[in-house]
């Protein structure tokens, strides 16, 4: 009779056991592995988010890829990454395509504002730069803007707002946005266009000797003057103010949505605001006086 008992208890413990082990490998929010694309414009505040989340989270593994926006919004379709960081506004054809090949509603996690910025040389005498200049030096055959590369988050965004197309546009390329800014002073007449993630990093001793090579030019709009400082991201009254936002193809709660509930949370939009961008999501301190 004990033998038999014996038997059957060793039966369920070993029941258990196996059923411990499946769930260990079990997807969850807290362990695992994922790849995230993000344009280089983004690149920073997406890799601070993930050493974040990885801190955190110990048992989870996250991959930042360098890719240009559109493409990474392709790979994404293609399920070769679980997130992709976006910037530009989809269209309703794009927005359709993802909702069909995902299967998912289109609901963009907003966690940052960012800006596109235009810089000159530091020695340059122009001291800021208007809507229409941008507008009309698009369309010139002198190619006055440098951008990162075509595909890029820059190109789409500036494009969105002139209400263009990128193939319609005239412009040079340096590839990297950090190149754009080592390489601007060979072309002193030429005005480099970057993301301000790309230096707004307070403290940081990279950030700042790629900052001080180049001076930001305000944007003029509808006769007033309208830097990147943090109010006028706030606001969006800089007319370069961009809001980034994750998609994932995740339909459940694994590491793809537990690593953009942590970053649209006041953990992640701490590190937001410690890179130097406008946290989407702002959360009020109370303090109690006694």
Do not use: W
């Not at 370069?240 to 537990?258: D, K, P, Q, S, W």
């Amino acid at each position: 009779m004990k033998s038999s008992i014996k038997i059957i208890m060793l039966f369920f413990l070993s029941i258990i056991a196996v059923s411990c082990k499946r769930e260990d490998k079990s997807p969850s929010y807290h362990k695992g592995e994922m790849t995230i694309f993000t344009d280089e414009s983004f690149k920073s505040v997406t890799e601070a988010l993930a050493e974040g989340y990885m801190i955190n989270y110990p048992e989870t593994k996250i991959k930042v890829v360098t890719k240009k926006e559109d493409l990474g919004f392709l790979d994404l379709l293609r399920n070769k990454a679980r997130i992709v960081v976006m910037s530009k506004d989809l269209s309703p054809e794009e927005i359709k395509t993802y909702e069909e090949q995902v299967d998912l509603k289109f609901l963009p996690a907003k966690f940052a504002a960012d800006a596109v910025i235009f810089i000159v040389p530091k020695d340059s005498p122009k001291k800021s730069i208007s809507m229409e200049e941008i507008s009309q030096g698009m369309q010139s055959e002198n190619k006055e803007f440098i951008f990162d590369g075509t595909n890029s988050s820059n190109l789409n965004f500036v494009a969105q707002k002139l209400k263009k197309q990128p193939k319609d546009l005239k412009f040079s390329v340096i590839p990297g946005s950090k190149n754009v800014i080592e390489e601007l002073n060979k072309y002193p007449d030429k005005i480099g266009v970057i993301g301000l993630n790309t230096f707004s990093r307070p403290y940081d001793k990279e950030s700042e000797q790629l900052k001080d090579k180049v001076k930001i030019l305000p944007v003029e709009y509808k006769g007033k003057l309208y830097t990147t400082d943090f109010e006028n991201l706030r606001k969006m009254n800089y007319p370069f103010t961009r809001v980034l936002y994750f998609l994932t193809n995740e339909g459940n709660f694994n590491i793809a949505n537990g690593f953009i509930r942590y970053s649209c949370t006041q953990l992640g939009q701490m590190i937001v605001q410690k890179e130097g961008l406008q946290p989407y999501n702002i959360y009020g301190r109370e303090v109690q006086m006694r």
